[in-house]
T-cell receptor, first 117, second 113 residues
Framework: AQTVTQSQPEMSVQEAETVTLSCTYDTSESDYYLFWYKQPPSRQMILVIRQEAYKQQNATENRFSVNFQKAAKSFSLKISDSQLGDAAMYFCAYRSFGGGATNKLIFGTGTLLAVQP | NAGVTQTPKFQVLKTGQSMTLQCAQD?????MSWYRQDPGMGLRLIHY???????DQGEVPNGYNVSRSTTEDFPLRLLSAAPSQTSVYFC????????????FGPGTRLTVL
């Protein structure tokens, strides 16, 4: 069974600085998707970025980028020029490429990011 | 598009009561699912549906029931609420079973006393 581990329960960053959130996963599959979701205090789950495992190029969305290391099963999220609105819980998630029987997302336990003004 | 909507936003129940959490989407998505979020844990899949009339169990289905009579709606029923069901519940949908991106509703915070 696949697992997702986020080893940093809490992180803090100064406004305008860069922060990296860590995520590791375990799988025997070769094709899969990885995601970072943001959950602000409103509770809404917002997709930040996604990565297809078969693509070697790291995904980038504006100030958000990932460092995908397939062999190491590592998928970290880098937030550049941090803003106060980036303060939230961040979840790393895994999904089998074909969806599996359930198409389910497997989530890590989350990292709570605080942004200091 | 309203996206994925959930009602109510908050609910308090007494042990043994039943209730239905509503979920609707207006994106014509085939796939819908329910997750629960507990402190210190990620979201866990309760039930899912790959289309109208088709539902199946996820990781933690006990104590919950679902049905999918239309493409748009996917209600989650708590048959006899227990304190262990205190959680935040999220509904999610995607275009199809194989779609890689799921869209989440705003969640329902449920407390069972």
């Amino acid at each position: 069974a696949q697992t997702v581990t986020q080893s940093q329960p809490e992180m803090s960053v100064q406004e305008a600085e860069t922060v990296t959130l860590s995520c590791t996963y375990d799988t025997s599959e070769s094709d899969y998707y990885l995601f970072w979701y943001k959950q602000p205090p409103s509770r809404q789950m917002i997709l930040v970025i996604r990565q297809e495992a078969y693509k070697q190029q790291n995904a980038t969305e504006n100030r958000f980028s990932v460092n995908f290391q397939k062999a190491a099963k590592s998928f970290s999220l880098k937030i550049s020029d941090s803003q106060l609105g980036d303060a939230a819980m961040y979840f790393c998630a895994y999904r089998s490429f074909g969806g599996g029987a359930t198409n389910k997302l497997i989530f890590g336990t989350g990292t709570l990011l605080a942004v200091q003004p | 598009n309203a996206g994925v909507t959930q009602t109510p936003k908050f609910q308090v129940l007494k042990t043994g009561q039943s209730m239905t959490l509503q979920c609707a989407q207006d994106m014509n998505h085939e796939y819908m699912s329910w997750y629960r979020q507990d402190p210190g844990m990620g979201l866990r899949l309760i039930h899912y549906s790959v289309g109208a009339g088709i539902t199946d169990q996820g990781e933690v289905p006990n104590g919950y029931n679902v049905s999918r009579s239309t493409t748009e709606d996917f209600p989650l029923r708590l048959l006899s609420a227990a304190p262990s069901q205190t959680s935040v519940y999220f509904c999610a949908s995607s275009y199809s079973w194989g779609s890689d991106t799921q869209y989440f509703g705003p969640g329902t915070r449920l407390t069972v006393l």
